[in-house]
């Protein structure tokens, strides 16, 4: 395997801690909860992405780019990460962003102006479409004798994913040490790239343990086939000759809600729940939806009791201030005037 072998820029603080959640444990009515503290890894307030762009920005550099281009939500936590990379190796950053520009800059979005990204909106389109308008951004660029790095939404390639690869080889030498290599890993699941990675880490360096992502956007199917298509053309990249074993992975479509980035009840109160027994801080997109699965899971028997559980925490509590209504009422409650 040649993993150690593809081009890496550093970009990120490694490794996370792994943590005991006693406390949250015990108001669950669980044996142990670990936590994998990945909204630490630096890069502009932490996340995953720092860990995917530390090998897409090594082949931004590697190519000379002098611009790069990404695309996400107005709250993405990937784009806000993408720009400040982008920063601290000297390059530029177009963001393109699938919302209306609002009428207030905040959370992700204040960041991407502070970090200087320049920021297009184009509410209401697809995907497919941001895809097709950057990559005429990109020709256009090129055309300008200018050198553009175009990141897929969420960085989720192939080569973005290594960085989940390389995560689990490092949380395999803290749960061993925990004895929880048996672990249940719960990790939010958006574009698929993280837990493509994770997948393929636990197959090569953590098979005793099971990846479980929590989607917060795409149907379990339509997440399942992209998952194990980054992770197949993953384990090419680092030179494994045949498809990885996806068996032991398991994904649920049940806790996404409305819509992607509209908050549900069940991820507000295990907001409230991580803050209020040990401090952590989850977001209403990603993190707190992947709680109110991992809990309600659990209390359905389908996460067993007797094997650990590593809560995979991603980060995105930037995109916490931009949801200021959703916790207005329960800031008034505990306020007082004198
Ligand atoms: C992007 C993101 C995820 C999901 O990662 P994918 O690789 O897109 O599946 C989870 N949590 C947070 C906080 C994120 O920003």
Avoid at 9 to 26: F, I
Avoid at 273 to 301: F, H, S
Avoid at 308 to 325: D, N, Q, R, S
Wanted: proline fraction near 5%; charge should be negative.
């Amino acid at each position: 395997m040649r993993l150690d072998e593809i081009p890496r820029v550093h970009l990120a603080n490694l490794p996370t801690a792994v943590e005991e959640a006693p406390r949250l444990a015990a108001e669950l009515g669980w044996p142990r909860l670990l936590v994998k503290r990945d909204d630490n890894t630096g890069l502009a307030l932490g996340g995953n992405k720092a860990r995917k762009l530390e090998y897409l920005m090594a082949e931004a550099r590697d190519i000379g780019a002098q611009v790069v281009l990404t695309c996400g939500g107005a709250q993405s936590n990937h784009a806000r990460m993408t720009a400040a990379a982008a920063r601290k190796l000297g390059m530029e950053c177009i963001l393109f962003l699938t919302d209306p520009m609002p009428e207030r800059f905040e959370g992700n979005l204040l960041l991407d102006a502070v970090l200087g990204a320049e920021i297009r909106f184009l509410p209401g389109v697809t995907y497919e479409q941001l895809e097709r308008t950057m990559a005429s951004e990109e020709a256009r660029l090129i055309s300008h004798a200018r050198i553009p790095y175009v990141i897929p939404v969420g960085g989720s390639t192939p080569l973005g994913a290594l960085g989940y690869v390389n995560a689990v080889r490092e949380t395999a030498e803290q749960l061993k040490e925990l004895g929880a290599e048996n672990a249940d890993i719960v990790i939010a699941l958006g574009s698929g790239g993280t837990l493509a990675g994770l997948v393929l880490g636990c197959y090569l360096f953590l098979p005793e343990a099971r990846p479980i992502g929590i989607s917060v956007s795409r149907a379990a199917d339509q997440a399942r086939a992209r998952v194990v298509r980054i992770a197949n053309e993953a384990a090419k990249l680092v030179g494994i000759g045949h498809e990885p074993d996806v068996e032991r992975m398991a994904i649920y479509d049940r806790y996404i809600g409305e819509a992607y980035g509209i908050p549900t009840q069940e991820g507000k109160e295990a907001i409230l729940l991580a803050a209020r027994t040990e401090g952590l801080i989850l977001d209403p997109v990603y993190t707190g939806k992947a709680m109110a699965g991992l809990i309600d899971l659990v209390r359905k028997g389908e996460i067993g009791r007797e094997r650990p559980v590593l809560f995979w925490h991603t980060g995105g509590a930037p995109g916490l201030f931009a949801f200021e209504e959703l916790f207005h009422d329960e800031a008034v409650r505990l306020a007082s005037e004198s």
